[in-house]
């Protein structure tokens, strides 16, 4: 290491909803917080153009602005805000409770309390033409971006709960839904498939995958591939949502926090409390089932108070 430990009472990685709103928590609560910022500044929500579903904005205000305000806003309360990434944590038990962990390879600071906001990022295809047009019709959240196709036709790609739960919605909004799953069956539960199959505007083809995204500068159809057959169809369509999962973002912290079988950290009932007395996690790291702006900051939020009552019980390490 290059240089001595820091020692630092509220360290927080990850600079999404989360993290900024556990910030602003924690320094009203004289934690001193310092975030890292990870390799996104901002979380997934930069990479998203207009929101409209967060409370308080009435005319909206589009992802990267918004960041940069709930930035402003813990600043203005003394977060001290780094550019960096947490590259390697050990939370075996320090004397004194510290948490160790290591920034950019090559700096490590000592923590009295960790909070986790690492998110999780949207698996995508992988196709030329689907990297090409995202944020051009491209979207991996009907829920953030289904709105701006109503009344449209759009498809969706995934056989997986959210899936099924992102066509129905967006079957709400839109006049047709295609909806490709590259098996002869989905994996989403029988609840939820009922739901699809029973949604007139949902046209589902199974064996089914994309081909090519259509469309310069936005999407304006696609050509779709059956997998059995070779058969290949082309669409119009204004929006396609990838929907074939997330993962989050808890690498480092294998072996260390608890995890479930998809890598989300687990935390306690209905806190944010990690197997690790003093490391807590919020947002999209320990929430594979809402994911969204208000309620990872809602868990950050929750973060911070849980982390300012645990640094309440126990003796202030030297
Ligand atoms: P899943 O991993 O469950 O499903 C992913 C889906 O995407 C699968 O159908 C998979 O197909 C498909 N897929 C993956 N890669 C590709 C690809 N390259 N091309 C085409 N299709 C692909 O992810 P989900 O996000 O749906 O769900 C994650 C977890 O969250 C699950 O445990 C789910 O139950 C839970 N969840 C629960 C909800 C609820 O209870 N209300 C709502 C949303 C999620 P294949 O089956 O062929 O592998």
Redesign the pocket.
Known sequence: MSEASEHIKTLIIGSGPAGYTAAIYAARADLNPVVYTGLEPGGQLTTTTEVDNFPGYPDGVDGPTMMVELQQQAERFGTDVRIGMATAVDFSNEPGGLHRVTIDDNKEVLAETVIISTGATA?Y?GLPSEQRLRGGGVSACAVCDGFFYKGQDVAI???????A?EATYLANICRKVTML???DH????KAMQHRVTSTPNIDLRYNT?IDEVLGNMVVEGLRMVNNKTGEKEEIAITGLFI????KPNTDIFKGQLDMDD?GYLMTEGKSTKTNIPGVFASGDVQD??YRQAVTAAGTGCMAALDAERYLATIETPV
Not at 186 to 189: D, V
Not at 243 to 246: L, R
């Open positions: 698996k295809l790609v995934g056989g997986g709960d959210t899936a739960e799953v590259r098996k989905m994996r989403a539960s995958e929907a074939i999962g997330h998809d594979k089932e």
